[in-house]
């Protein structure tokens, strides 16, 4: 996990996608209950993707974007919608571009060759505002539980702190600084395998820090399209066998479904 600063995103998009989210949030429930995401659905408003995983209730509610939102956010204001798309859709644009950048960089480092870099830079993307209302009990409750993420990178960016980043070295959790105008980048289970483990998967979670403030975030994960398999690039310099077989997107998805945090044991190799 890393920040990035002078990283082309304008600090006034930034101010608008952080209004707009809180615009979202405040809706009454019944509204925000029209745009509900379906069992089966990707997109829409709903409770955090990895909460089947855990007995408690975590204190987070949900909006997911694939592209234009028009759809749900024509459900939320229907006569005034457009300017909620706009914002959501010019994010989304610049998040990526930078995105592109970064991906392209770490590329580089693990010597992944120009033509499969090239291929594996058409990556798709989903936009994830998140809300932590304000809590009466903070000290009882988690914001979000910890979990990894599971594609290439997520680029985050959050309004205040609550972020915690787990050392795997010291078996602690560590806050990560909240930097004003600084986007936050973490490293997912399927970067973790085509890096053959060079770049760790980050297990993070969501604390709650006020029982007064409204904490929002914005949350872009970007990952190879479903039909593509992601193999580990093994350096013949260092000698290091594969830790992981290939396996297709798809498949990750479904063993990260069942098995959450787990599913890269699934598709470890006993070297």
Request: aromatic share 8%; proline share 8%; with cysteine.
């Amino acid at each position: 996990m890393f920040q990035v600063v002078n990283h082309g995103v304008p600090s006034s998009l930034l101010d608008e996608v952080v209004s707009e989210a809180t615009r979202l949030f405040a809706l009454p429930a019944p509204v925000k209950n029209r745009a509900l995401r379906t069992p089966e659905g990707a997109t829409g408003y709903g409770v955090a993707r990895i909460s089947p995983f855990f007995a408690q209730l975590m204190w987070h509610e949900g909006f997911t974007i694939m592209g234009s939102p028009a759809s749900h956010a024509r459900l939320l204001w229907p006569d005034d919608y457009q300017h909620f798309c706009g914002v959501m859709e010019k994010y989304q644009e610049k998040v990526k571009a930078l995105a592109h950048n970064l991906f392209q960089l770490l590329l580089n480092y693990i010597s992944l060759s120009s033509p499969a870099a090239a291929a594996a830079v058409e990556f798709d993307g989903a936009l994830q505002l998140n809300s932590y209302p304000p809590c009466p009990s903070p000290s009882q409750t988690i914001g979000l539980a910890p979990h990894t993420d599971t594609l290439f990178l997520t680029i985050l960016h959050q309004s205040s702190p609550g972020l915690q980043l787990f050392d795997p070295a010291g078996l602690r959790w560590s806050a990560v600084d909240h930097v004003p105008g600084a986007l936050t980048v973490n490293v997912g289970d399927l970067l973790h395998v085509l890096s053959n483990g060079k770049f760790r998967t980050a297990r993070h979670r969501v604390v709650v820090m006020s029982d007064t403030n409204q904490r929002v975030s914005m949350a872009c994960f970007y990952g190879p399209p479903v039909e593509s398999v992601v193999t580990p690039v093994v350096s013949p310099d260092d000698g290091a066998p594969a830790v992981y077989r290939s396996v297709g997107v798809k498949e990750f998805l479904n063993l990260k479904a069942l098995h959450l945090d787990e599913a890269l044991d699934f598709i470890r190799l006993n070297n």
